[in-house]
């Protein structure tokens, strides 16, 4: 099952973000793990295009969801993603009605969206046979269009965001969420999980994936109501890794 039919269907799924590892092997080492995706960060990285072409052709072929921060709210960089194989886009900052359709317009093809469209690439295994309209069709199923969250103008305007045709989800940011509601880093503070809560209540409305990406402390406050759950990166496993070798090391006798 596609994890955009899980997510419709209410299921929750379960990824990590990679900021520093750009090996295709992190996709096989993701899969034996058994998590759903990965989302790439390209909003604070130096990741290329090749290099996350080669990372989405290996997870495809695997079976592991590729997901995407795209660096803003860019058509060119939005449409190249998704031609390279990313089965979804997530734009960082996203805060009003109107950028969530220009992310669908950008995102989806016709007639949800606007996406132009180039066959005989990654996005459908490079076949140069298939019909337009089945791959439009069966690209629109697949592509899931992720609003992050990460203002309280966009808290502000969460329902409105909910409410788009063709948005898939809507994942938190908490650490910049934090900065907007002026409690940098206190992302437990009233104020925040207040905002977070009312984040999901907008997406159980409009009947949209409700995500998160944090430590398992906060995820565990709303796990209930995510169904698009995201924890830690890269950093933050080879960290803990590398401290657990040295620490049960030193405890050896």
């Known amino acids: 099952m596609l994890l955009k039919e899980k ?19 992190v996709c096989y080492i993701a899969k034996n793990s058994g998590l759903d995706f990965v989302m790439y960060d390209c909003e604070h990285t130096s990741y290329s295009m090749e290099t996350l072409h080669n990372l989405f052709i290996t997870g495809n072929a695997l079976g592991l969801e590729s997901f995407l921060r795209v660096p803003d709210l860019s058509k060119d960089y939005i449409s190249r993603a998704l031609d390279q194989g990313a089965h979804g886009v997530m734009v ?24 132009g469209f180039a066959g005989g ?20 199923k ?9 203002t309280k103008l966009a808290v502000d305007n969460a329902e409105a965001i909910a409410a788009t045709p063709g948005i898939d989800a809507l994942l938190i940011g908490p650490n910049d969420l934090s900065l907007s509601l002026g409690i940098p880093g206190d992302l437990f503070n009233p104020i925040e999980l207040e905002a977070i809560a009312h ?15 944090a430590g398992p402390k ?23 890794g590398f401290k657990n070798i ?3 090391c030193q405890n050896l006798k």
């Open 142 to 150: 697949t592509i899931i269009s992720i609003a992050q969250i990460e």
């Open 199 to 213: 984040v999901g209540a907008a997406c159980q409305k409009y009947k949209k994936a409700f995500g998160l990406h």
């Open 92 to 115: 960082p900052m996203l805060e009003t009605a109107e950028m969530a359709k220009d992310l669908v317009k950008y995102s989806k093809y016709q007639p949800i969206g606007g996406r």
């Open 246 to 248: 040295k620490e049960t």
């Open 7 to 25: 997510l419709l269907a209410g299921q929750k799924i379960y990824g990590t973000m990679l900021r520093v590892v750009q090996n295709p092997a």
């Open 218 to 240: 906060l995820l565990e406050k709303f796990i209930k109501d995510l169904t698009l759950i995201m924890m830690d990166s890269d950093i933050v496993v080879l960290t803990n």
């Open 121 to 140: 690439l990654a996005h459908d295994n490079y076949l140069l046979s298939g019909k337009h309209s089945q791959i439009m069709e069966d690209a629109n």
